[in-house]
């Protein structure tokens, strides 16, 4: 490289001379064009914007010029890289997108390819009702309470007005816990119905009291299609000053709401229960036929086996003596009870026509309940 | 109790139009659970008729006996010509009286009948047994009717065949239901219509020169009514309208003096007996029986008597458990005629008692003889004490009427007095009880349709009527009142709850096991717990395994499962064999639930007193007499625990996938779970893990025994754990949020050799122990044994991440750490840096 000379004159430099550099400019722009993909792109980017591009090499003969001249030289290197620039910088997004679109493509997968890497599980469905059942109630200011399944006679039976002889005690089959000496005068019984719960909530503090209490109870019937030894009640209790057979009925009623659906009717039927009086059966109108189905052999209806009613369980005002047995005051306190059956509302709720799913365990019945029923 | 509705109309006129169906609604509303309404007849088509049999030739050459006969139908067949009938039966005569159905007729079935070549002959119709009329059980043979009836008269009508019957389920409390009086009581009360009760009778007064009656135990007995009748013809037989009424309400005609009495039961609700005077030796007494004697009831068994059981007696002995069965020596004798004179011999002389006893003596009899009788039934619920002398006066009158017998003047009647029992309560109790508007105006007059007596203003005094044993305190009445208003029309209301506090935080975690569980793949089952030897057996349980210590049942189902769970595997495995056996075989089962855990010292559980509060102490002691129930959860495994699909392989389950149950349990419960390497049945013995929470061990997870899985028929590598929810649940925990640094993290990888019963749990503590507070996890990412390692070593190969809160950390400090804690985990477990 020669040094500066301040008499050298522009135009006796080749490279700089407008012609050439318009040249090495369109050269290097129909080059751009000319690139069929981004790897010659790159190959004409070295070849006419690098160190040893015509442009380049003429930019370096700039600092040669003297002072007056370098302006108009600058200016033209400058607009003409700036052209090749902008070519490049246009060539290089169209080859990008084409690019970009190809693999796309040649990436793309079937996405309806089974899918099931990850094994779903399921909670079984009378665990999911019991706590929707809870959850109507806790809305409701109840708590949830829970007792022993292996239970004393006295809670199960003697507190809630079933004395030994009472024909009730041999109505429900219950399972008997061997004493030490061998005999059924343990004292103790598989629990039959959820009540005794009641009691235990009742003796552990003074009213109000409003409680649910959902568990497992056990009657010696042989498992079939609708019957199994093992089964699962919920039980509510409130006790407090002026509870009547109106508060009750109100309470079934939003359960019922919040369970099946609204607009079904209730049946009140009068029946017998020794902790409870008055006491009654709750019928649910079926909410399948609605009452269609009854005495029209035409449309029968499975849900209802056309009664046109469903029994949702018992229920009454608490029975004053149990609410003494329990230690509570029943000149100023009132209570009401009802229990219903875990199964058959499930049951009717889905369709399950026989029980013995419900016991056996095939996931096949289980996994379509998900994790909320 | 089966009520005809033909029968009720007796005693209730209820309006024409009304249907069984319609009659059910009504009781349905005042408390009878009306079960079903059975439509009797309905698929029976005339004409069926009263036949004469004018001929009977007995064909041979079949292989059962057949009958060509000539049947007198009257005008039914529109010819007057007898009918030509073949018949299979043979328990008619010439002359005799039958029921013919007449081609065109249909039979229930429906079996159409039609003129027919059958044996060689035309059958122009049939001869009909009870049992083709679905008119009971009856196979003996075809009907024969009285002589009295025309030929040619419509049988429908004379069998009423057509009819409909309530088959009502009555409970406990309402004994009086028991009785076609009792239901009719309801549903005149129902209808607002007028009673004709079948008790009101003309009674002559109790005298003395009926049968000697001597009454031991007034108690047991408060009441024996005894009535004779002289005179009855054996011969007679029960009419039609007497045996098609019991056939309706599910009693089989028997004989005469049976069905009588059985009849009376069913109309006034009082049980009968009737005995032959002639088999009885001497003065009827009541007594308790004495320890040793015996009884041989009207069923042929002969029973062992209690102490407590309440006899009737003569000189003879026992002749009768008292509200339950009579016996054997006493009964009515079968009615037999002499083949050549045709006279017929039995009973003629019936004394018939009509006694009350008390329900609880009847009951606990009926018990323990396993004896339920239509009498016992109907004395444990409460018999109408003064509906004795009607009942037998009833029995009386219809022996004489039909038998032929003489009443004779004769009437015993011994009662003990009866207090009366009067209810105070107050007018504005129902209201109060049923939160309506009822006023004691209506109070009172409910009151009395029931059959009670009232006085009084503001404060009621009420006297049940007798056969309401059940109404004794105010609440009684209440219902009554209430019921018959309607529950329906109590207006619903909602009470106001103080404010609630939700759920436990013990529920909220027992949720969350469940959630945390599905989420993880698990299906929830639900097991029952019974179990017995062979589940241990099965399980490998050594003799004295805590765990054989069980709760046992006096009546278990299945006398091989007599024993309530004390582990939660034997029902979750078998739920697993049930499954794979249906052909799903890649599964992850859990269950929650109890188990139930006997005392040290089994005691029993007091039975204590229902008319106040108990004590604490008392409380306390039922309490400890019950067993443990601790809350446990279990998984069970097999198969694929990720399955092999298009991406590749899946993943078999095995004991790493148990132990991670227990993490994802320990996970929702906030606690920190550790693993230790244990042996204990049934799991197998290199791969089991003994589960803690601090010091405590809480439970157990790894793959099965190869022998458990053997005897129990289960997959091959099937695993299992677990633990006890209780054990792990710890109240009130409370997460302090942890300090994020945003400095970056320096990462180090360390690979240990070291020998290889060295526990990885016992490298990793060391290394935490040895890294100090700058590490911020660790994990282990490769485990090889083998050449490389050497042999009797494994590598174990761990990546650290260190991180301080306030700074970058140097690589200095970082590696420094890195020694550390390589040296502690040398010093412990005999670590050796794999290539130093």
């Given at each position: 490289m020669s040094a500066p000379n301040k008499s050298y004159d522009p135009v006796e430099v080749e490279a700089l001379k407008p012609e050439v550099v318009e040249q090495a400019r369109d050269e290097a722009i129909a080059a751009f064009a000319a690139a069929a993909d981004l790897d010659e792109l790159k190959q004409a980017k070295v070849a006419h914007t690098g160190d040893r591009s015509p442009l380049s090499l003429a930019n370096r003969e700039i600092g040669a010029l003297p002072p007056q001249a370098k302006a108009a030289a600058g200016k033209l290197i400058g607009q003409a890289r700036g052209a090749v620039n902008q070519a490049l910088a246009k060539r290089q997004a169209e080859l990008e997108a084409e690019r970009d679109a190809r693999v796309l493509v040649e990436e793309?997968?079937?996405?309806?390819?089974?899918?099931?890497?990850v094994p779903r599980g399921a909670r079984h469905p009378l665990t999911t009702l019991a706590e929707r059942i809870e959850d109507t109630f806790v809305a409701m200011g109840y708590q949830v309470a829970s007792g022993p399944e292996v239970e004393a006679e006295w809670l199960n039976f003697d507190a809630l007005n079933l004395h030994a002889d009472h024909p009730a005690r041999s109505m429900q089959d219950t399972f008997f816990v061997e004493a030490p000496d061998g005999s059924a005068d343990s004292g103790m019984v598989l629990r039959t119905q959820t009540s005794p719960v009641q009691i235990r909530a009742m003796l552990a503090g003074e009213p109000p009291l409003y409680a649910v209490s959902p568990g497992r109870v056990y009657r010696t019937d042989e498992l079939d299609a609708t019957h199994t030894p093992v089964f699962r009640q919920v039980e509510a209790i409130a006790v407090d000053e002026g509870i009547t057979f109106g508060h009750l009925k109100g309470t079934i009623e939003v359960l019922v709401e919040k369970l099946i659906g609204g607009g079904l009717e209730l049946r009140w039927r009068p029946s017998y229960f020794p902790f409870t009086e008055p006491s009654a059966e709750i019928d649910l109108q079926c909410f399948v036929c609605r009452g269609a189905s009854v005495g029209n052999p035409d449309r029968p209806c499975r849900t209802c086996s056309s009664e046109g009613w469903i029994e949702l369980g018992g229920c009454g005002v608490v029975n004053p003596r149990v609410l003494v047995a329990a230690g509570i005051d029943p000149n100023r306190y009132s209570g009401f009870a009802f229990g219903l059956g875990l199964e058959r509302i499930l049951m009717n709720r889905h369709n399950v026509a026989d029980m013995r799913d419900m016991v056996e365990g095939d996931v096949r019945f289980t996994l379509p309940f998900g994790m909320e029923i | 109790m089966r009520v005809p509705l033909s029968w009720l109309r007796e005693y209730v006129d209820l309006p024409a139009g009304e249907t069984g169906r319609d009659v059910a609604a009504r009781l349905v509303r005042a408390g009878l659970e009306v079960e079903t309404v059975e439509q009797l007849g309905t698929d029976i088509k005339g004409p069926l008729v009263v036949g004469e049999v004018l001929s009977i030739d007995e064909l041979s050459g079949f292989k059962k006996p057949i009958r060509h006969c000539f049947v007198n139908v009257g005008s039914a067949n529109g010819t007057g010509e007898p009918q030509e009938i073949v018949c299979g039966a043979t328990n008619f005569q010439v002359g005799d009286k039958v029921v013919v159905i007449l081609p065109g007729g249909v039979l229930p079935g429906p079996f159409p009948i039609s003129a027919r070549q059958t044996y060689g002959h035309t059958s122009a119709g049939m001869i009909c047994s009870a049992r083709e009329l679905g008119m009971g059980d009856d196979h003996n043979g075809i009907i024969v009717l009285p002589p009295e009836y025309e030929p040619g008269t419509d049988a429908i009508e004379l069998l009423q065949l057509v009819d409909e019957v309530l088959d009502i389920a009555v409970t406990p409390d309402r004994g009086y239901c028991l009785s076609m009086r009792g239901v009719a009581r309801e549903a005149a009360a129902a209808y607002g219509l007028p009673l004709a009760d079948p008790a009101l009778l003309d009674v002559p007064p109790a005298n003395s020169y009926g049968y000697l009656v001597k009454v031991a135990d007034p108690v047991g007995c408060d009441r024996f009514v005894a009535r004779t009748v002289t005179g009855v013809n054996p011969a007679a037989q029960s009419p039609i309208w007497l045996q098609r009424r019991l056939q309706k309400s599910g009693i089989r005609p028997i004989s005469l003096a049976v069905d009588i009495t059985n009849y009376v039961m069913l109309e006034v609700g009082q049980p009968l007996h009737a005995y032959d005077r002639e088999r009885v030796d001497g003065p009827i007494q009541v007594r308790r029986a004495a320890e040793g004697e015996t009884l041989t009831t009207l069923d042929g068994v002969k029973r062992k008597l209690s102490a407590e059981d309440l006899l009737i007696c003569d000189n003879s002995g026992p002749i009768g458990l008292a509200g339950v069965m009579g016996g054997a020596t006493t009964e009515i004798l079968d009615p037999v005629t002499d083949p050549e004179t045709g006279v017929v011999t039995g009973t003629t002389e019936i004394i018939v008692e009509a006694a009350h006893f008390e329900p609880v003596a009847i009951a606990r009899a009926a018990k323990r003889h396993k004896l339920p009788s239509e009498a016992s039934k109907r004395f444990e619920r409460g018999v109408d004490p003064e509906a004795a002398r009607a009942a037998a006066q009833r029995a009386v009158d219809l022996l004489v009427l039909i038998a032929g017998g003489t009443a004779e003047a004769g009437v015993t009647d011994i009662a003990a007095p009866h207090p009366v029992r009067t209810i105070s309560i107050d007018a504005g109790l129902p209201d109060r009880v049923a939160g309506a508007e009822y006023g004691r105006e209506t109070v009172t007059r409910r009151l009395q349709e029931v059959g009670c007596t009232v006085v009084g203003a503001d404060v009621l005094e009420v006297t049940p009527p007798s056969w309401r044993p059940d109404l004794t305190d105010p609440y009684d009445l209440v219902e009554e009142v209430v019921r018959l208003e309607g529950y329906d029309n109590v207006p619903a209301r909602m009470p106001t709850t103080p404010p609630g506090r939700g759920l436990s935080e013990a529920q909220r975690f027992h949720r969350r096991v469940g959630v945390a569980l599905a989420g993880a793949g698990y299906v929830e089952i639900n097991a029952y717990p019974f179990v017995g030897e062979a589940a241990f057996d099965g399980l490998g349980?050594?003799?004295?395994?805590?765990?054989?210590r069980v709760v046992k049942l006096v009546n278990p189902l299945n006398d091989a499962e007599p024993a309530l769970r004390t582990t939660l595997l034997p029902g979750l495995l078998g739920a697993l064999r049930r499954n794979v056996g249906r052909g799903n075989t890649d599964l992850a089962l859990f269950e929650t639930g109890t188990v139930f855990l006997p005392k040290a010292e089994r005691k029993v559980a007091p039975r204590l007193p229902v008319d106040r509060r108990p004590t604490e102490e008392q409380l306390a002691e039922l309490n400890a007499a019950l067993p443990d129930q601790p809350r446990r959860v279990a998984v069970a495994l097999t198969g694929e625990r990720l399955p092999s699909g298009w991406w590749g392989k899946g993943a078999p389950s095995g004991w790493a996938d148990a132990i991670e149950a227990a993490r994802t349990v320990a996970a929702a419960a906030g606690v920190e779970l550790t693993v230790r390497q244990a042996q204990y049945a049934p799991w197998h013995p290199g791969r089991c893990a003994e589960l803690l929470v601090g010091d405590e061990v809480v439970g157990h997870a790894g793959e099965l025994h190869p022998r458990v899985i053997k005897a129990m028929h289960l997959p091959e590598r099937t695993s299992a754990m677990e633990l006890d929810l209780d054990l792990v649940f710890e109240d009130g925990r409370r997460v302090s949020g942890p300090p994020v640094s945003a400095y970056p993290v320096a990462t180090q990888d360390v690979a240990l050799i070291v020998d290889a019963g060295v526990h990885a749990a016992d490298v990793e503590s060391a290394l935490r122990e040895g890294a100090g507070e700058l590490l911020e996890s660790l994990r282990l990412f490769d485990v090889f044994t083998g050449e490389q390692a050497g042999a009797g070593k494994k590598s174990l190969a761990y990546t650290l991440r260190f991180r301080a809160t306030d700074r970058t950390l140097t690589a200095d400090e970082a590696s420094a750490a890195r020694e550390s804690a390589v040296a502690v985990a040398a010093e412990r477990t005999g670590a050796v840096l794999r290539g130093a």
């Open positions: 793309a997968v079937d996405v309806t390819l089974p899918f099931g890497r | 349980l050594d003799a004295d395994d805590a765990r054989r």
